[in-house]
């Protein structure tokens, strides 16, 4: 990187032009690579190099595929805010060829398609919106005539990196559920190589732009997990983080929807809150830019555990989660405890006669252990004369 430090990059004319480009103020701009570098783990310096790119980086060409999926993940990009959607799309990214977003359709939108993967073979990213239909041909979904399988092959075969967006790409989601009809399945099961995935229903749409923009800065996708999830965003599991933990801690939990202690923020373990086997950082990052507690257990609901493989979309709700770290022990205090009342004349003398029995019983424990450590001693004495008359005797 040419710069180490962001302050070096302050009167920068590229870092101006950067800044008017997207909409922002020099200081919002320099805030949100610092924030992106920091969200990404990335070392001291590393702010400087994600200014660089985005300042004077040729903007990377993706192509951005639809299947089996409700569209959630791309309503979350539309949210974004730190920069905004045609932002992003227009001045980070470009984004040459969405099916949601185009103005175009039909026979048009298919030839942008190939025409940016012609122009940019090699150096594109392809992202992949929803499951994969593999059933019977996969003929349960097709786009301008090709099965979502073909197009999934083969705009994967000359992309620089692939990235599964949402759980239905990542591992089949919703769509892949019992007793999944269709034989839906995740992009890496397709194409059998592993890819980025950003599970999550949907996921974080700050997840994925930290994502695109490691790929812009260093040439290459950030350390994944053994399921191939970046693990800037994947590493802590949502109970560390809970706003809730410190209830949980203290065994303070909500039994109902709407009880005493769910309207005062109690735990949600017991309604069957998935945080405590889940990895995300939805308590952290948030979402909607909207402040505290905008997220699933913030708002009273609890995690389904969406970015996990075998919990979202296959364990009942209602289901108690694994604890990976600790388990809630059983003697918990019930939130509320009686307060008893002052001892009566009859239970303190049964109290007393307790207290009598076994100060006489540890008496006698002792008494006997005392007695027994004399004879043992007197034993070993006998034992040592024998030994020694027989010695004589020869």
Not at 39 to 51: E, F, K, Y
């Amino acid at each position: 990187m040419a710069n180490t430090s962001l302050l070096k990059l302050q009167g920068s004319r590229v870092v101006t032009a950067a800044s008017e480009r997207l909409g922002l103020s020099r200081r919002e701009f320099l805030q949100f690579c610092t924030g992106m570098a920091a969200s990404l783990g990335l070392p001291q310096g590393a702010d400087a190099a994600v200014a660089e790119a985005i300042a004077t980086q040729k903007r990377p060409s993706v192509i951005w595929l639809h299947f089996q999926e409700c569209t959630g993940c791309t309503e979350s990009m539309l949210r974004a805010e730190h920069p905004t959607l045609e932002r992003l799309i227009l001045d980070v990214i470009s984004l040459d060829y969405h099916e949601t977003l185009f103005a175009a359709a039909g026979h048009q939108v298919e030839q942008a398609r190939k025409t940016a993967m012609s122009e940019n073979k090699g150096r594109y990213v392809l992202v992949v919106e929803g499951a994969v239909p593999t059933r019977d041909g996969g003929i349960y979904c097709k786009v301008g005539g090709r099965t979502a399988v073909e197009l999934t092959r083969e705009c994967a075969a000359d992309a620089a990196a692939v990235i599964a967006i949402g759980s239905c790409a990542s591992w089949g989601g919703m769509p892949s559920a019992d007793p999944n009809p269709t034989g839906a399945s995740g992009v890496a099961a397709v194409l059998g190589k592993p890819v980025v995935t950003i599970p999550g229903c949907p996921p974080n749409p700050y997840n994925f732009l930290s994502t695109v923009v490691h790929f812009l800065t260093f040439g290459s996708l950030p350390p994944v997990d053994e399921l191939g999830r970046p693990k800037f965003a994947y590493s802590r599991l949502v109970h560390e983080n809970c706003e809730r933990r410190a209830h949980f801690d203290a065994g303070r939990f909500a039994m109902d929807f709407g009880d005493e202690g769910h309207r005062k923020g109690y735990c949600l373990y017991k309604l069957g809150c998935k945080g405590p086997e889940t990895y995300a950082n939805c308590p952290t990052i948030l979402f909607g830019d909207a402040g505290a507690g905008t997220w699933p257990v913030g708002c009273g609901h609890p995690c389904i555990g969406c970015t996990e493989q075998g919990i979202g979309f296959s364990k009942p709700i209602h289901m108690l989660a694994k604890v990976k770290n600790a388990e809630p022990p059983q003697q918990y205090p019930r939130i509320v405890e009686e307060k008893g009342s002052g001892a009566t004349l009859a239970s303190a003398a049964i109290l007393a006669a307790v207290a009598g029995a076994a100060a006489g019983g540890t008496a006698m424990v002792a008494r006997n252990l005392g007695l027994s450590h004399k004879l043992e001693e007197a034993e070993r004495a006998a034992a040592s004369s024998k030994t020694e008359l027989g010695n004589g005797q020869r």
